[in-house]
């Protein structure tokens, strides 16, 4: 017998056309995918349509040419994303409060902000559109020592699927407490700790629907909350107390090979590693490592399965699975004052007295001195603000009343903004940037003067006057771009 003929259809059966069609329904990151497959749809993801369509989408006035629209496109996305504008949105926030912002965050259209007790946000929309916007949380009567946003799905809150990318804020303080806020209020408060609470995870532990927060105090105590917990004054919401830490809790972070893991650090330098899914009577059981690092803890975090942890002159990474130290991926005297990792390349950069560095690990890993590939300079005193993505690295500090901004793969300076352009600012009282937070190709700066507090708001997402040549901008020390760039990020 004659064998049937096959009927299945393959996308590829599909013309070129109509493949282009369908794909400009999916994100870069998917037509990044798309692009990896095969050489034919590798074709169909460089098509022109599907790129213009991507332009009229985002930029429709900038659609003038006809072809290479891949090439123009991802050339106009890396430069808002690396903030080479002039005219970007700007709008000006003026805060009753003429003191330090200690903590910012900036979140889709909202801006919240911290300063001793209070807690303000302001959603930019709102603001722009002449109506009042700003929302400010009063329930804490002592200084909030950290702020993050978490997935409302999380928490007991959630109802329906629309509500899946809204955010919750939580809050810790020092009046023993934690917060959690949702359309303007506090939806729910947390008590345990014998003392200030002065820090929470940067990530929720666990994986699917038991998800736990954690929270570190100065009573040396690592706390466990379930979120998802009902109840006003969440009775219900502490899970388990771990004991090991003989002084208070500086930081924590979430490891990123294995969600259960939670490393703390605390003021005596010493660091543990927890196994939150330990079951166990005796909660200081649940501590699988520990090791100590030199110098007062300025920052921690995860990447994968390694802690970097900055104490006081370096930076060290600790390998989470042995716990033994690995490298010392920056050395910097007298001391460090800030430090950011890139979210996908092997750099680290690290604030110094009047400049950044940046470091690429792999070069360390071979030598017992640590050098850097980059210095970040045009800075005036401590740069303590610091902020690293894929495209850009963005620097500040409070005795400088300008922001510096730098492409992370050649390190060359792209844009010098002054912090908060308003009169009043920090210029006059020779203070300068008091808190940073940078979300894409926004970017909100805060400072003070002698009267009000300040925050200026940028939005380079239709900039279209680039920043001059002749601009100060210029590239830093000791780069070589063709040794550590690793090619771009978009497909």
Not at 142 to 156: D, H, I, K, N, Q
Not at 231 to 258: D, F
Not at 335 to 344: E, G, N, R, T, Y
Not at 437 to 456: D, F, K, P, W
């Amino acid at each position: 017998m004659e064998a049937e003929p096959s009927t299945t259809t393959r996308i590829t059966d599909l013309n070129e056309d109509s493949l282009a069609h369908c794909a400009t329904y999916l994100t870069l990151q998917d037509l990044s995918n798309l692009a990896m497959t095969c050489r034919s749809l590798k074709r169909v993801a460089y098509s022109d349509s599907i790129w213009q369509h991507c332009f009229r989408e985002h930029w429709p006035q900038e659609v003038s040419q006809t072809s290479a629209l891949r090439e123009a496109y991802i050339k106009r996305r890396v430069a808002v994303q690396q903030f080479k504008f002039v005219d970007p949105l700007v709008a000006d926030f003026c805060i009753t409060d003429a003191k330090p912002f200690d903590h910012i965050i900036l979140d889709k259209n909202d801006i919240t902000v911290s300063q001793g007790s209070l807690i303000q946000m302001t959603n930019i929309d709102s603001y722009l559109n002449g109506r009042d916007g700003v929302t400010v949380l009063r329930d804490h009567n002592a200084r909030v020592t950290c702020m993050r946003l978490f997935p409302l799905s999380e928490t007991s809150l959630f109802r329906r699927e629309r509500q899946r990318k809204e955010n919750v804020l939580v809050t810790s303080s020092c009046d023993h407490s934690i917060r959690l806020w949702w359309k303007g209020s506090c939806q729910r408060c947390f008590r345990g700790h014998n003392g200030p609470v002065s820090t929470l995870s940067d990530k929720l532990l666990g994986d699917g629907n038991a998800k736990l927060l954690a929270s570190g105090g100065e009573d040396g105590t690592v706390r466990l909350w379930s979120l998802s917990s009902s109840g006003k004054h969440g009775q219900h919401a502490l899970k388990a107390t771990l004991y090991g830490h003989e002084k208070p809790i500086k930081l924590m972070s979430v490891a990123g090979h294995r969600t259960s893991l939670l490393a703390t650090v605390s003021n005596d330098s010493k660091v543990r590693v927890w196994d939150t899914t330990t079951s166990s009577a005796v909660r200081s059981s649940c501590c699988v490592g520990m090791t100590s690092v030199p110098g007062a803890p300025i920052d921690m975090k995860c990447h994968e399965s390694l802690l970097y942890v900055a104490a006081g002159s370096s930076v060290v990474a600790i390998d989470l699975r042995t716990m033994q130290k690995v490298i010392t991926t920056a050395i910097y005297q007298p001391k460090l004052c800030s430090f950011a990792i890139s979210p996908l390349k092997p750099l680290i950069c690290t604030g110094g007295i009047d400049k950044a560095m940046l470091w690429d690990i792999r070069i360390n890993q071979k030598t017992l001195k640590p050098e850097p590939v980059a210095e970040l300079d045009g800075h005036t005193g401590p740069v303590t603000l610091l902020h690293m993505d894929p495209y850009k690295i963005v620097t500040g500090g409070p005795e400088d009343s300008y922001i510096n901004v730098w492409e992370a793969d050649t390190s060359t300076q792209t844009n010098s903004f002054i912090c908060c352009p308003s009169e009043g600012a920090s210029t006059s009282s020779g203070l300068g940037c008091s808190a940073m937070a940078v979300n894409g190709t926004r970017i909100v700066t805060a400072s003070y003067g002698e009267e009000h507090g300040l925050l200026c708001f940028r939005d380079f997402f239709n900039a279209t006057c680039p920043v001059s040549k002749s601009e100060d901008v210029h590239a830093s020390k000791f780069w070589d771009s063709q040794s550590h760039s690793d090619g771009d990020t978009d497909s």
